[in-house]
């Protein structure tokens, strides 16, 4: 059964605390996505990835960090230095050289208190 | 600011009307993607239409797209109470990374 997994569904951290969410597919897809939500707007691009080993800075990438060590992974850190990370991330991916179209994660909601 | 801005932002309805939402863009694009969230959960992709195209359906679904007026509509006609979700136009852009930018979606409400 193929598709993106990100756990965890919820997540609760203290303000000042790095926190990892995680991204994994199985869909053999090269390129992969994550992207930021905040209630009543649409998604925002956080980092995207390519190939292996190698990531571009998204519209929103300050405070964030990711790494691409395998193509079935791409691992989403909030450090603190992200002002306001209280938001819903969704995670994706698309195989080159399909048109345009990206396959979803569940989501991972995140509460920074 | 947001490439597209879908209109209305919400939609109320009763099951068996047809619902249509409205998206804007401001530059030139390669395809325009619909896809639906449901509360809480991932987007699913759901038509893309590219640049060339004027419209397109699948199933319930039709798309029109007007590059002249950088504009798309998405028709869903029979609206049952499983069509209650979220719907986002995305833009996609050629070369590169496929960068697509979403609008802040439609709220659709079927009632039974």
Redesign the interface.
């Known amino acids: 059964d193929g598709g993106?997994t990100?756990s965890p569904k919820y997540l609760f951290r203290k303000e000042g605390q790095n926190v990892t969410l995680s991204c994994e597919q199985n869909l053999n897809h090269d390129?992969m996505y994550w992207?930021r939500q905040d209630p009543?707007?649409?998604?925002?691009?956080i980092y995207?990835s390519?190939i292996v080993n190698d990531f571009?800075k998204?519209d929103i990438a300050e405070g964030y960090s990711v790494s691409r060590e395998k193509k079935e992974s791409f691992p989403l850190t909030v450090t603190s230095a992200q002002k306001n990370p209280t938001a819903?991330y969704?995670c994706?991916s698309?195989r080159l050289g399909q048109?345009?179209?990206?396959?979803?994660?569940?989501?991972t909601?995140l509460t920074v208190t | 600011s947001q490439q597209g801005e879908e209109d209305p932002q919400a939609l109320s309805i009763q099951e068996g009307e047809n619902a249509t939402m409205n998206c804007s863009y401001k530059t030139s694009i390669n395809n325009l993607q619909w896809y639906r969230q449901n509360s809480g959960r991932g987007l699913v992709h759901l038509i893309l239409i590219r640049s060339n195209e004027r419209e397109k359906h699948s199933g319930r679904l039709r798309v029109t797209l007007d590059t002249s007026k950088k504009s798309s509509s998405l028709l869903i006609t029979a609206s049952r109470a499983a069509d209650t979700a979220s719907y986002f136009c995305a833009t996609g852009f050629s070369g590169g990374y496929n960068k697509l930018i979403f609008g802040a979606g439609t709220r659709l409400a079927v009632h039974p």
């Not at chain 1, 009543?40 to 691009?45: A, I, T």
């Not at chain 1, 048109?99 to 989501?107: A, K, L, T």
């Open positions: 993106i990100q390129a992207y009543g707007q649409g998604l925002r691009l995207y390519q571009q998204g819903f969704l994706a698309r048109e345009g179209e990206q396959y979803f994660g569940p989501g909601r």
